[in-house]
């Protein structure tokens, strides 16, 4: 494989490599395919691979990137017209997530409502023989019975107290109590302090955070097509 760093990108960069693995570029523009890294070797996932014995053209890139640039600090640099690409590519795979989602939100939808539909079915069943089981408890008048089939146990309940107004409730001092004042930590002060000065406060650990990466896709208008569909 060429490896220049004029962008060409159709030939290059076919492998972007991480810790965890190569994603190998499709051919012309296809969907990338990954190869991760393992104890035994490099591992894909593709048909060929599977029927193959783990050999596919996917490996045998990978192995070809490795063999002609071993040292990583070798391995070349992006040109803008690279990374600009993978944006693309990155818009791509949010819209394929993004239809993952929509599709999968409708069949969980649908799910639900044939869970409900199901439900309140078995349920309303189910009332029937609670009622004339309540019923005949009452009748015995006994609180516990036990049958060859289970326990049937009727209980009393505490009355539930509603609180509708409290300040009036509360002038009544026979149910007031005072909860003494709370002392809370003021996380802004304390950050803009340790931040601010340094200072190394007892009690305290801080833990530095690497950089946030992050991008956003221009939609073009002739793309959306295109995403629907796939
Ligand atoms: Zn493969």
């Known amino acids: 494989m060429e490896l220049t760093q004029s962008g060409n990108n159709v030939l290059l960069p076919q492998i972007i490599e991480s810790e965890a693995g190569y994603l190998v570029g499709g051919e012309f523009g296809g969907d990338a395919v990954e190869v991760s890294r393992s104890e035994s070797g490099l591992i894909c996932n593709c048909f060929i691979a599977q029927v193959s014995e783990g050999e596919c053209e996917h490996v045998r890139a990978v192995r070809e990137f490795i063999a002609s640039i071993p040292m990583s600090q070798d391995r070349p640099m992006l040109s803008q017209a690279d990374a600009d690409y993978y944006l693309s590519k990155l818009g791509k795979l949010d819209g394929a997530l993004a239809a993952n989602v929509q599709s999968g939100s409708e069949q969980i939808d649908r799910i639900k409502l044939w869970l409900e539909m199901e439900d309140s079915k078995i349920q309303r069943k189910k009332d029937y023989y609670i009622l004339a089981l309540d019923n005949w ?18 209980r009393a309940q505490q009355p539930e107290i509603i609180i509708d107004d409290e300040t009036t409730v509360l002038r009544d001092s026979r149910f007031k109590r005072t909860i003494p004042e709370k002392q809370v930590i003021d996380k802004t002060a304390l950050r803009k302090h340790v931040v601010g000065t340094g200072e190394e406060i007892e ?6 955070k690497p950089h946030k990466f ?11 097509p295109n995403n629907g569909n796939s």
Do not use: A, D, P
Request: charged share 25%; glycine share 8%.
């Open 137 to 154: 408890m009452h009748l015995t008048g006994e609180s516990t019975k036990q049958l060859v089939n289970g326990i049937l146990k009727v």
């Open 203 to 208: 009690g305290i650990k801080v833990m530095i």
């Open 214 to 224: 992050s991008y956003k896709i221009t939609h073009h208008e002739k793309e959306e």
